[in-house]
């Protein structure tokens, strides 16, 4: 079975700064994709950035970009000039190809410092 | 905002009674999930609905049912509710029929609280 797993459950950033979130997963697909989802205090869960596991270039989105290290199954966020709006938590995610489901991990709870 | 709605925000129940979740999806969105998020957890798989069938399932009893209407609405039902059924249940919207992956959008979710 997938699993995904995140060892950090809070973090703290200064604004302006930058911070980096950890993500290892596990499994034996060689079709994936991997994905950051953000989920601010009772709002709506809303994707951040999304990696497709067959691109050996990281995905960026703006100040958002992962280091994806396949052979590590690794895959971190990087927050870049971090930005009061960036508080929330952030599940990194798993989808197997052909699946219906994506496998969350725990989370972990990012806080910006003004 | 997803386009992705949920009813109602807030519900307590008690134990041994049945509930029922609604969503509404995004129009032109052929598939909803639903995932149950306990506090401190991630979202886990309940099951998903393809065109108003169950079409995959997580490892959840035959006590959670779920339904999907034609005009873009679903039902979560839930018997005979435990303790443990208090969480976070979200819905997410989607399209399939395509390969690779099928963007899913979250709704805010409904906060279920077993007593």
């Known amino acids: 079975a997938q699993t995904v797993t995140q060892s950090q459950p809070e973090m703290s950033v200064q604004e302006a700064e930058t911070v980096t979130l950890s993500c290892t997963y596990d499994?034996?697909?060689?079709?994936?994709?991997l994905f950051w989802y953000k989920q601010p205090p009772s709002r709506q869960m809303i994707l951040v950035i999304r990696?497709?596991?067959?691109?050996?270039q990281n995905a960026t989105e703006n100040r958002f970009s992962v280091n994806f290290q396949k052979a590590a199954k690794s895959f971190s966020l990087k927050i870049s000039d971090s930005q009061l709006g960036d508080a929330a938590m952030y599940f990194c995610?798993?989808?197997?190809?052909?699946?219906?489901?994506?496998?969350f991990g725990k989370g972990t709870k990012l806080t910006v410092n003004p | 905002e997803t386009g992705v709605t949920q009813s109602p925000t807030h519900l307590i129940k008690t134990r041994g009674q049945q509930v029922t979740l609604r969503c509404s999806s995004q129009?032109?969105?052929?598939?909803v999930s639903w995932y149950q998020q306990a506090l401190g957890q991630g979202p886990q798989f309940i099951f998903q609905?393809?065109?108003?069938?169950?079409?995959g399932r997580g490892n959840f009893p035959p006590r959670f049912s779920g339904l999907q209407f034609p005009n873009y609405s679903s039902e979560l039902n839930v018997n005979a509710l435990e303790l443990d059924d208090s969480a976070l249940y979200l819905c997410?919207?989607?399209?399939?029929?395509?390969?690779?992956?099928?963007?899913?959008?979250f709704g805010p979710g409904t906060r279920l609280t077993v007593l």
């Open positions: 997410a919207s989607g399209t399939s029929g395509h390969q690779g992956y099928n963007e899913q959008f």
């Open positions: 499994t034996s697909e060689s079709d994936y994709y």
């Open positions: 990696q497709e596991a067959y691109k050996q």
């Open positions: 995610a798993y989808f197997a190809g052909g699946s219906e489901k994506l496998v």
């Open positions: 129009s032109g969105h052929n598939t």
């Open positions: 609905y393809y065109r108003e069938e169950e079409n």
